[in-house]
C-alpha cells in the first residue's frame, strides 16, 4: 500500500475499522431477521437472502478488519453478542420486521451500495479494490432483500405508516457528524486510493441517493417522504 500521511493514515484505518463494526452488527441483524421471516412464513426465497446476507457480512467484517489492520487501526472492538432492536416497541413483529428491513436494507444497504458504487469507480490500491469489489456485490443483494419485502408487504396491506418513521431511520443511518465540516484530513482527496470517500464527497452521495433513490423507491409502495424530505432540509440549512 502506498504511504500516507499520518492524519489520513488514521482516517483511513478507522474508516475500515467502523466498517468492520458495522458488518458484525450487520450478520446478527440478518440472521435475527432469517428467523422472524421463517417465523412469518416469508417466501424461501426471502429467507435464503437473509440468511446469505448473514454469512455475507461476516466475510466482509473479516476483509475490513485486514484492512484496519494493514492501515495501522490497533485496537479493534470484541465481535458484539447480540444487536439491538431499531423497530419501535410495541410494534406487531410483522410491522416490526417490515422497519427493520426497510432501516437496514432500502435505506442503508442502498446508500451503503451508492458508495462503493463511487469508490470503484475511483483509482484504488489493488487489495482495497478487491475488497470493495467484494462488498459492492453483496450489498446491492442486500438491498434487495428490503426492496423486495417492502413490495411483497405493500401488495399484501398497508405500509403508508412508515412514512413517519423514516427520519428515524436515516438519523440511525448516518454519521452524527455527515453534515458537518469534515477536517482537512478527513477532506483530502487521497483517501479515495484506500476505501474512503472525501467528507464532503460522502455527504453528497448520501444526499444524492436518497433524492434519487430511496425516497422516489418507498413513494412507488406508497410511503410519504414529505417528513424525510423536511428532516433532509433542516441537516442541509443547519450551521455546520
Known amino acids: 500500500m502506498h504511504a500516507l500521511p499520518e492524519p489520513e493514515r ?30 412469518l412464513a416469508a417466501p424461501e426465497a426471502l429467507v435464503s437472502l437473509a440468511r446469505r446476507a448473514t454469512s455475507d457480512e ?39 420486521v417490515l422497519y427493520e428491513l426497510v432501516a437496514a436494507c432500502c435505506i442503508t444497504e442502498t446508500e451503503s451500495a451508492a458508495v462503493l458504487t463511487t469508490l470503484n469507480a475511483a483509482d484504488t490500491e489493488p487489495r482495497v479494490r478487491q475488497v470493495l469489489h467484494d462488498l459492492l456485490r453483496d450489498e446491492v443483494a442486500h438491498s434487495r432483500l428490503g426492496w423486495a419485502y417492502l ?17 428515524f431511520m436515516l438519523a440511525g443511518s448516518i454519521s452524527p457528524t455527515l453534515f458537518a465540516s469534515g477536517t482537512p ?7 479515495q486510493r484506500h476505501g474512503v470517500l472525501p467528507h464532503a464527497h460522502k455527504r453528497a452521495t448520501f444526499v444524492r441517493t436518497l433524492e434519487e433513490v430511496v425516497l422516489p423507491g418507498l413513494e412507488r409502495f406508497g410511503v ?17
Not at 16 to 35: H, N, P, Q
Not at 185 to 191: F, I, Q, T, Y
Not at 224 to 240: C, E, K
Open 58 to 96: 461476516q466475510r466482509h467484517a473479516a476483509l475490513c478488519e485486514e484492512l484496519a489492520l494493514a492501515y495501522g487501526h490497533l485496537a479493534l472492538p470484541e465481535p458484539p453478542a447480540a444487536v439491538a432492536e431499531v423497530a419501535p416497541v410495541g410494534l406487531p413483529l410483522r410491522q416490526q
Open 224 to 240: 410519504a417522504t414529505a417528513p424525510a424530505r423536511q428532516w433532509l432540509a433542516q441537516r442541509q440549512t443547519a450551521p455546520a
Open 10 to 39: 488514521h482516517v483511513v484505518a478507522t474508516a475500515w475499522a467502523f466498517r468492520y463494526r458495522v458488518e458484525l452488527d450487520a450478520a446478527l441483524r440478518f440472521a435475527r431477521l432469517g428467523e422472524r421471516l421463517e417465523t
Open 151 to 167: 413490495a411483497r408487504e405493500h401488495d399484501a396491506g398497508e405500509v403508508a405508516w412508515l412514512g413517519r418513521h423514516i427520519p
Open 185 to 191: 484530513a478527513e477532506e483530502s482527496p487521497v483517501l
